[in-house]
């Protein structure tokens, strides 16, 4: 299985970006699927997932209502709309999968994010 992020780059504050995440799996909707994010010096924190059943979704109270976390299953690809960004979003984004039956997580290598004051 692997996860291949993109979309990251450099923007101002209050611009956009949409991260993706390609999954090469046979099972994809078996997949929980999450994005987190590291900052230099910081520990990597929770920012969003997606369940694999309904499409239910859970957020992290610092990107509530200005992130959206959605999926298309007939692309393999889960993605990240930030909306409204600030230079604290500032960090590399990683994805992160889950296998339903076995509990095994998959991470990406990350796409970089920066947000100009």
């Known amino acids: 299985v692997q996860l291949v992020e993109s979309g990251g780059g450099l923007v101002q504050a209050g611009d956009s970006l949409r991260l993706s995440c390609t999954i090469s799996a046979r099972d994809f909707r078996t997949y929980a699927v999450g994005w987190f994010r590291q900052a230099p010096g910081k520990d990597r924190e929770f920012v969003a997932a997606?369940?694999?059943?309904?499409?239910?979704?859970n957020y992290a109270d610092f990107v509530k209502g200005r992130f959206t976390i959605s999926k298309d299953n007939a692309k393999n690809t889960v993605y990240l709309q930030m909306n409204s960004l600030k230079p604290e979003d500032t960090a590399v984004y990683y994805c992160?999968?889950?296998?339903?039956?076995?509990?095994?997580?998959?991470w990406g290598k990350g796409t970089q994010v920066t947000v100009s004051s």
């Open positions: 997606i369940s694999y059943s309904d499409g239910s979704t």
């Open positions: 992160n999968a889950l296998q339903r039956f076995t509990a095994l997580p998959y």
